[in-house]
């Protein structure tokens, strides 16, 4: 799986999720890929698409258990547990956190939280480097 940051003309932004980058290519071809908010389908990628997975072949998957792509949910919850041990949780003062850090006023450390859209446009704007994941499911397993 491969998730691409998408933008349509208007200038809304959204998240595809894609096979590959030929799926995105193809159902863009396709005016497939509509914006969710104006259903425009002139949409084109922002640079900031990251895999998810492996990119073996069917035939590996089908031969080799081991090699098939790791249920989403779950590795929500793999990602979400390994910010959560791992990053500072500011929840909403994220942007103000960002910005503290990046002027040398904190010390520099991993932090996540939550932030708005403008807080997000802002803080591309003074080149501060974050990125973005979906919130993970809840939990349903134990241990
Ligand atoms: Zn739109």
Same mark, same amino acid.
């Given at each position: 799986?491969?998730?691409?940051?998408?933008?349509?003309?208007?200038?809304?932004? @959204?998240?595809?999720?894609?096979?590959?980058?030929?799926?995105?290519?193809?159902?863009? +071809?396709?005016q497939l890929i509509l914006c969710p908010v104006c259903n425009d389908s002139n949409v084109? $990628? #922002? &640079? %900031?698409? @990251?895999? !998810?997975?492996s990119s073996r072949t069917n035939t590996e998957t089908d031969t080799n258990p081991e090699l098939r792509p790791p249920d989403p949910a779950a590795l929500? *919850? $793999? !990602?979400?547990?390994?910010?959560?041990? %791992?990053?500072?949780?500011? =929840?909403?003062? @994220?942007?103000?956190?960002?910005?503290?850090?990046?002027?040398?006023?904190?010390?520099? *450390?991993? #932090? *996540? =939280?939550?932030?708005? %859209?403008?807080?997000? +446009?802002?803080?591309?704007?003074?080149?501060?480097?974050?990125? $973005? #994941? &979906?919130?993970?499911?809840? %939990?349903?397993? $134990?241990?």
């Open positions: 799986m491969i998730v691409f940051d998408l933008q349509c003309a208007r200038g809304h932004q @959204f998240e595809g999720w894609f096979d590959d980058n030929r799926a995105f290519e193809d159902q863009k +071809k396709r084109c $990628k #922002i &640079p %900031s698409a @990251f895999a !998810i997975g929500a *919850r $793999k !990602i979400s547990h390994f910010l959560e041990n %791992s990053f500072d949780n500011v =929840g909403s003062d @994220f942007a103000k956190e960002a910005l503290k850090i990046h002027y040398g006023a904190e010390e520099p *450390r991993n #932090i *996540r =939280g939550v932030s708005t %859209s403008e807080e997000e +446009k802002m803080l591309k704007e003074e080149g501060i480097r974050f990125f $973005k #994941i &979906p919130a993970a499911p809840p %939990s349903s397993e $134990k241990n």
